[in-house]
């Protein structure tokens, strides 16, 4: 199989607040923009909430738990920021981030209707992808823990225990990458991981440089792409068809600016790598 050829786009954007970077997912008619944000829940804090639609305010004024506080507001502003982005500048303000039947995002955004989002949250990180609408993408983050291995390991098939094996990572972060790839095509669903996770069994992995690409063994219309950045794994998965053009270099500038926006030391994403 033929991978995707990955290029520097020099589209890397990093300020105080958030990491937002330029993907494009090239298929033989047609070439679409995708916009990738990351943030920190301690950056959002030092903004007011002004930026929260009407609709947004009034229901985060009715969480209580200020974990789920936190997450909402940093995955609404990585949301509305990668949104805003595709679009080319919008405020804050007039962008809704609602949800769906199955909890899923959608995008209410004035005199635009073909805008879709993903969105991710781990402690105190998030992210999120904005696309259009005639694509299915899903990204996913989780944060690598040794304490969750028995846990990730019972979330394997047979023929996954074989193949993760392969992956040069430390164990808690190959189990954590695979974890992350199957959240990441739950959410190009739209249902959210409402099975086991043996049916979103992965299959055909390659490591090529720091990324992870692979296929999906049900579901034969997607594949994904994953990669680690300081503690953290990442995972889009995206239609077979397409090839990922994403701002790589062999020095990679969007690992180190999510591990730094996410103030993580660089060097933890060496330590998650086997020793050689």
């Not at 669903?189 to 992965?202: D, I, P, R, W």
């Not at 090529?208 to 889009?236: D, E, K, M, N, W």
């Amino acid at each position: 199989m033929e991978w995707d050829v990955l290029q520097d786009t020099r589209s890397m954007q990093t300020s105080p607040k958030i990491a937002a970077c330029e993907l494009w997912l090239r298929m033989p008619d047609r070439q679409d923009r995708v916009i990738l944000t990351a943030c920190r829940v301690s950056k959002v804090r030092e903004r007011k909430i002004d930026w929260l639609h009407s609709s947004e305010e009034a229901y985060y004024r009715r969480l209580r738990a200020s974990k789920r506080q936190d997450s909402y507001l940093s995955g609404r502003f990585a949301a509305k920021h990668a949104v805003s982005e595709w679009i080319g500048g919008m405020s804050f303000n007039d962008i809704a981030i609602q949800q769906g039947i199955f909890g899923q995002p959608i995008v209410i955004a004035n005199g635009y209707s073909n805008i879709q989002v993903s969105i991710t949250h781990c402690d105190d990180g998030a992210a999120a992808l904005a696309f259009d609408e005639s694509l299915l993408l899903g990204i996913d983050m989780e944060q690598i823990r040794p304490d969750r291995l028995a846990v990730l390991l019972s979330q394997l098939t047979d023929r996954e225990h074989e193949t993760v094996k392969r992956l040069p990572y430390a164990k808690e972060a190959s189990l954590t990458m695979i974890w992350s790839v199957k959240e990441a095509l739950s959410k190009a669903l739209k249902t959210g991981l409402t099975v086991s996770a043996h049916f979103y069994e992965t299959s055909q992995l390659q490591v090529h440089s720091h990324l992870v690409y692979g296929c999906f063994t049900h579901f034969p219309q997607y594949r994904f792409c994953a990669f680690a950045a300081g503690s953290y794994t990442y995972a889009i998965a995206y239609p077979r068809q397409a090839a990922l053009i994403a701002p790589f270099r062999r020095s990679p500038i969007l690992f180190s600016a999510l591990a730094h926006q996410l103030r993580f030391d660089d060097d933890l994403y060496s330590k998650a790598r086997r020793r050689t």
